[in-house]
């Protein structure tokens, strides 16, 4: 199985134990071994999927303000997580290809496996909840109609996404990439770079 595949199934395969309890809070048991990509790749669907459910919570226009801040602060932690996971992904890459010499024509991509991956975890969530809404019963023919089509367009994204992640770790292997990793620097979660955070000190 390719790798991109690979990514597929566990995420798919996550996103659906996230509904089974559909509790932003449910602690899941990972079923993969500590410190294999596997584990990393559940880890980070089930953040995602959480992160999918706090941004529909904190939309509710009758939520307490103070409830909102903390769901806002938690966003921003997930956040924080989702980011260290991408980089610990593409760790795992550069581990990876570190005995390969790219070739002298070779070139770097617009981003690194690992975020091209965030965007397939990402895409899971989206067909599994446009899914849903096309098998709605309380929905117009209209709503169900366009979010098929919608439904559509998402699966084929998926399928060239795969395609193309596969198709950039195969040239990385063969030395028609490289890839470096540039660590995302978030600057406001950093009390020494967020100016209201060390003006507060």
């Known amino acids: 199985m390719d790798f991109a595949e690979k990514c597929n199934r ?5 996103v659906q134990l996230y509904h089974r309890t ?7 048991v990972n079923p993969y071994d500590e410190g294999t ?7 980070k669907n089930w953040i995602d999927a959480v992160q999918w459910h706090l941004e529909d919570i904190i939309r509710n226009p009758d939520i307490d303000p ?3 801040l903390a769901l806002k602060r938690r966003i921003d932690r997930s956040n924080q997580e989702r980011t260290d996971m991408v980089e610990e992904l593409d760790s ?6 570190s005995s ?3 070739l002298p024509d070779a070139t770097i991509n617009t981003e690194s496996p690992a975020w091209a991956i965030d965007r397939l975890s990402i895409l899971a969530l989206k067909i599994y909840h446009m899914d849903a809404e096309v098998r709605r019963t309380d ?13 559509r367009v998402l699966l084929m994204q998926r399928e060239d996404l795969t395609s193309a992640i596969d198709t950039l770790l195969a040239d990385i292997e063969a030395g028609r990439k490289y890839m470096k ?6 600057m406001y979660n950093d009390p020494s770079t967020n100016p209201v955070l060390y003006a507060a000190k």
Do not use: G
């Open 100 to 102: 390969v010499t790219p």
């Open 181 to 186: 990793v540039y660590r995302q620097m978030k």
């Open 10 to 14: 566990i995420f798919w395969n996550t």
């Open 92 to 97: 795992h890459f550069l581990d990876k290809y």
């Open 22 to 28: 559909d509790d932003v809070d449910f602690q899941p």
């Open 37 to 43: 990509v596997e584990h990393t790749l559940f880890e």
């Open 139 to 151: 929905a117009s023919p209209a709503h169900v109609e366009k979010c098929r089509e919608k439904l």
């Open 66 to 68: 103070v409830e909102a």
